[in-house]
């Protein structure tokens, strides 16, 4: 019996640390499009407070929000663009729903994120890395990069 309990919790634990969580922000830490470096510069009216972790200021943020599956990107020189997702084990794709912009600026962001996805884990689940056929986005939770931080800082005080 012993054995079975241990072959149990062996096995949670494994199967928990590979899920990948999506839900909350991601830092973009590069990106291409055919093939050649990019990277968003999102344009917006609208009023956000931002927290930005140091040596990240002024980053671009994707905000996946996995309870209504829906998804925020920055804009290439236009506004952010909300789109809907959907995910299997090794890939995500993304869609417009009603309300989706259709206005002309927001051209390029909808080429480079209206697509299907292939979903590499990097080293672990704090790193994603999103391919298609003309798109790669290498990202990092933010989350994991405050946790980082915080641990330095505590660190430096002992």
């Known amino acids: 019996m012993k054995k079975i309990t241990l072959l ?3 096995f949670a634990v494994c199967s928990c640390q590979n899920k990948l969580e999506l839900d909350g922000n991601w830092v973009i830490i590069e990106m291409a ?14 009023f956000r407070v931002e927290f930005n972790v140091d040596g990240y200021d002024g980053a671009e943020k994707v905000r996946f929000n996995a309870a209504d599956s829906t998804v925020t990107f920055p804009g290439f020189k236009s506004d952010y663009l909300d789109l809907k997702f959907s ?4 890939s995500i794709h993304f869609k417009g729903f009603d309300g989706t912009s259709k206005e002309e600026s927001h ?7 209206l697509r299907d996805f292939e979903i590499v884990n990097e080293s672990d689940n704090n790193y994603l890395r999103l391919n298609s056929d003309l798109t790669i986005i290498r990202m990092v939770k933010e989350e994991y990069l405050l946790e980082e931080k915080l641990d330095d800082f505590f660190n430096q005080l002992r």
């Open 8 to 10: 149990l919790l062996v």
């Open 33 to 46: 499009h055919y093939g050649e470096k990019v990277y968003p510069e999102t344009i917006s009216n609208e």
């Open 87 to 90: 995910m299997s084990t090794d």
């Open 107 to 113: 051209k390029l962001t909808k080429r480079t994120f």
